[in-house]
């Protein structure tokens, strides 16, 4: 098996993921998983859908993370693993799916508006 590449989104960060067949080594910019993802339930989060499929230990994971906060690459990062998982095997997709990790999260933070001090919020009005 050759490398199988995908890209995840996730509010502004980026994701690029590289799987090939392996031992269930996950590799980020250079790091491992638990060093990248000091947290358990983030690390969790990136491990939803090699777990949800039983494949955890079958293929190798190097990642490369731009942009965005730790919440936020971790969730790109899963949905890159989610889609490599199905270049590899398209009738994985419905269980992917039924989980909610085939679907980009298209939320991303309104602009500050000119005249405004932030998106939504006005200046103080006053009549007089």
Not at 13 to 27: D, M, Q, S
Not at 54 to 66: F, L, M, N, T
Request: proline residues 5%; glycine residues 8%; charged residues 30%.
């Amino acid at each position: 098996m050759e490398k199988i590449n995908a890209i995840g989104r996730r509010k502004a960060a980026v994701a690029r993921v590289y799987l090939t067949e392996g031992t269930g080594k996950i590799t980020i910019d250079r790091r491992s998983l638990d060093v990248y993802f000091p947290s358990s339930i983030l690390q969790y989060v990136v491990l939803q859908p090699l777990n949800t499929l039983g494949v955890a230990d079958k293929y190798d994971i190097y990642a490369h993370i731009d942009g965005g906060g730790y919440k936020g690459q971790a969730e790109a990062l899963r949905l890159a693993i989610s889609r490599a998982l199905v270049k590899i095997n398209p009738e994985d997709k419905p269980a992917l799916r039924a989980e909610g990790f085939m679907t980009r999260d298209a939320r991303v933070v309104e602009r500050k508006k000119p005249g405004q001090p932030k998106a939504r919020k006005r200046f103080q009005f006053s009549k007089r």
